[in-house]
């Protein structure tokens, strides 16, 4: 079982920068697939970056390649999304994710998820 907190969201002029962290508890997490899905309203949830237990893999959403960094900390137990470049339409919550080993980009492929995190974004 793995638990997961995310943190780092807020209100930001665009251009400009976030980080988000998603702190997993329990056990096994260092096995685990990490992934970073964003929700509005009325839409359905989508994978923005994904990273696979290694770090080796990543997977980014076309919509976000070049301006998003996935990272993890496997000694902190930590996930990171590092968000430059912001934009009006990256407004959402930032859900962060875990599931056995390899990269998905399928929310319905996920066993865990956070609470979400909210990032607004303002022209």
């Known amino acids: 079982q793995v638990a997961l907190v995310e943190s780092g969201g807020g209100l930001v002029q665009a251009g400009g920068s976030l980080r988000l962290s998603c702190a997993a508890s329990?056990?096994?997490?260092?096995?685990?697939?990490a992934g970073w899905f964003r929700q509005v309203p009325g839409k359905e949830r989508e994978c923005v970056a994904a990273?696979?237990?290694?770090?080796?893999?990543?997977y980014y959403a076309d919509a976000v390649k070049g301006r998003f960094t996935i990272s993890r900390d496997n000694a902190k137990n930590t996930a990171y999304l590092q968000m430059n470049s912001l934009k009006p339409e990256d407004t959402a919550v930032y859900f962060c994710a875990a599931r056995r080993l390899d990269i998905k980009e399928d929310p319905d492929d996920y066993d865990y998820w956070g609470r979400g995190t909210r990032v607004t974004v303002f022209s």
């Open positions: 329990g056990r096994g997490f260092s096995s685990y697939a």
């Open positions: 990273i696979n237990w290694t770090g080796g893999d990543t």
